[in-house]
């Protein structure tokens, strides 16, 4: 079983960066592609990003395309998500997860961390 710890969240004036990590324990990390997914208050999860279990495909959602970037070191059985150029919306929950069966849909995942807040002031 593999168990997910998220860090990295904190505030963060508009226009900055952040990159969060995603720790995973469990041999079988590197066999799960892996995402990252965003709730803010009164919202549903959102898909951020995703990336394939190789390193070798990632997705975003249109909004954090050219801001943020997604990568994984199985070697350390880490994750990533280096997030620049912040903006107030993309204050929220970060969580990432893995072994779920649709790179874009959040409740298809089965393994979840507990999240890491990032807040964007403007």
């Known amino acids: 079983q593999v168990h997910l710890v998220e860090s990295g969240g904190g505030l963060v004036q508009a226009g900055g960066s952040l990159r969060l990590s995603c720790a995973a324990s469990?041999?079988?990390?590197?066999?799960?592609?892996m995402g990252w997914f965003r709730q803010a208050p009164g919202k549903e999860r959102e898909f951020v990003a995703a990336?394939?279990?190789?390193?070798?495909?990632?997705y975003y959602i249109g909004s954090v395309k050219g801001r943020f970037t997604i990568s994984r070191d199985n070697a350390k059985n880490a994750g990533y998500l280096q997030m620049n150029n912040l903006k107030p919306e993309d204050t929220a929950v970060y969580y990432c997860?893995?072994?779920?069966?649709?790179?874009?849909?959040?409740?298809?995942?089965?393994?979840g961390g507990q999240g890491t807040q990032v807040t964007v002031s403007s």
């Open positions: 997860a893995v072994n779920g069966t649709s790179y874009y849909n959040p409740n298809s995942y089965r393994i």
């Open positions: 469990g041999r079988t990390f590197s066999s799960y592609a």
């Open positions: 990336i394939s279990w190789s390193g070798d495909s990632t």
